[in-house]
């Protein structure tokens, strides 16, 4: 009888914490929302405060890691399409090559045939239609100034109250993140260096910074960081702000009543161009965080499904769109390191969430397909983060076991596109 008792009490209690990470995980994404401009049809913007309903779009409590292994993490070493720049480096507006000449090809009905070739792959005038999102060029450049400018403003607006808003000298803003640890940094950083190799662009500029004491860059906000008990040496990422943004529902094919985004089905006569290209996005957001592991995006709004059967009718955590319609992948932490970490607890969503997608970019499956052939995925995401990472050495690179599981999924991915094209690509 006591064992009964002491184990309904485990239960009781294990309820208890998952309720209080619920309620926690909706109000720290709500107070990034909160933060964050977002566009109205008059041109303006208004800031969404929270609301009465505070039900959790993701379950992000796994984001913490335990107090012991960040205790063993501490004491370790911090360790494409090129174009012509344009715009100002920096700038708050979010640009792409060729908007003008594509936003009327976007809209009203299709009309250059049907949107999928060779089975599964998007048609290729669908493809030519997305732009570069964020060009190698333009990233670069604002790269390079961010590494450079003086920040002289520190205040919350990029989601858990660990990371910062920042502002540079010339106005122009970044989300700092600081992190439980170094090891979100380190997945974030190697997430977007990740989608470099597989030509997505649809992640923002992403460089490293090291919180120095005589560093200038830092030195007008020496006091904001001391107050926020960062420490001293800690290596943070800075990500571009991009405003004039808004949030992005689950389409309708990929949500738990939909069969999946399959060439099969006629769920594509009725789209428009637009809508089209955005599920073409998906397509390659569902491949990028089934290859990083990514359990803080449409992963987590699975999960939660249990308990909140309309999470996926809310926007998706992590995920905002431009007046154009490119989506915008944010806030990678949870991907490679941490999201490998605890795979075994998410494993099974994330083959869920893959399975269900049967279209894919023909571009970015050649970029799969090289990896699964060269079986140097370790390698080359290593050589591009040195080359382009000053800070690479001290922030650190993937363990062995995890650049097996990366290599592993890559050629998972592999397999399931050519299970998907002997279903579909028929003569």
């Known amino acids: 009888m006591r064992a009964l008792s002491a184990n309904l009490f485990a239960v009781l209690l294990l309820c208890a914490l998952a309720s209080v990470f619920y309620v926690w995980s909706a109000l720290e994404n709500r107070l990034e929302r909160h933060k964050r401009g977002f566009s109205v049809p008059d041109g303006g913007s208004f800031h969404q405060g929270p609301s009465e309903d505070l039900s959790a779009k993701t379950f992000r409590a796994l984001l913490a890691v335990p107090v012991a292994q960040r205790q063993n993490s501490a004491g370790r070493s911090k360790a494409q399409n090129l174009t012509t720049p344009f715009g100002f480096v920096g700038s708050r507006d979010y640009h792409v090559n060729g908007d003008d000449e594509r936003s009327a090809q976007r809209e009203g009905p299709v009309n250059l045939g049907y949107p999928v070739d060779d089975g599964i ?124 943004l808004t949030g992005v529902i689950t389409p309708a094919p990929l949500r738990q009543e939909s069969s999946g985004l399959l060439p099969a089905l006629r769920c594509f006569e009725n789209k428009t161009t637009a809508e089209l290209l955005e599920l073409m996005q998906w397509s390659d957001l569902v491949v ?115 650049a097996a599981v990366l290599q592993d999924r890559i050629d998972q991915l592999h397999k399931h596109i050519m299970q998907c094209k002997e279903k579909y690509d028929q003569p």
Not at 332 to 342: K, M, Q, S, Y
């Open 121 to 244: 792959f998007w048609s290729n005038w669908l493809e030519d239609l997305l732009p570069v999102r964020f060009t190698e060029g333009y990233a670069e450049a604002w790269r390079s100034k961010a590494r450079t400018s003086a920040v002289v403003k520190l205040e919350p607006g990029c989601g858990r109250i660990s990371n910062q808003l920042a502002t540079f000298a010339d106005g122009t803003k970044a989300c700092v993140r600081y992190g439980i640890n170094a090891d979100q940094v380190q997945g974030e950083t190697l997430t977007y260096y990740l989608a470099s190799l597989l030509g997505i662009t649809n992640l923002p500029p992403l460089v490293l910074s090291q919180l120095n004491g005589d560093s200038a860059q830092w030195l007008t906000v020496r006091t904001r960081v001391n107050n926020l008990q960062w420490n001293d040496r800690a290596i943070v990422s800075l990500t571009e702000w991009i405003s004039n």
């Open 288 to 402: 990028f965080d089934y290859l990083t592991a990514n359990f803080d995006r449409l992963v987590s709004n699975l999960f939660s499904l249990q308990w909140d059967p309309h999470v996926m009718e809310r926007d998706t955590n992590n995920l905002l769109k431009t007046p154009h319609g490119d989506l915008v992948f944010i806030d990678n932490e949870a991907g490679l390191v941490h999201g490998f970490r605890v795979l075994n607890m998410w494993e099974k969503y994330h083959h869920s969430v893959l399975s269900s997608v049967c279209v894919f970019r023909k571009r970015t499956m050649q970029r799969v397909a090289e990896l699964h052939r060269r079986r140097d995925s370790r390698q080359r995401l290593l050589d591009l983060y040195r080359d382009s990472e000053p800070l690479s050495q001290e922030l650190g690179f993937l363990s062995d076991e995890h």
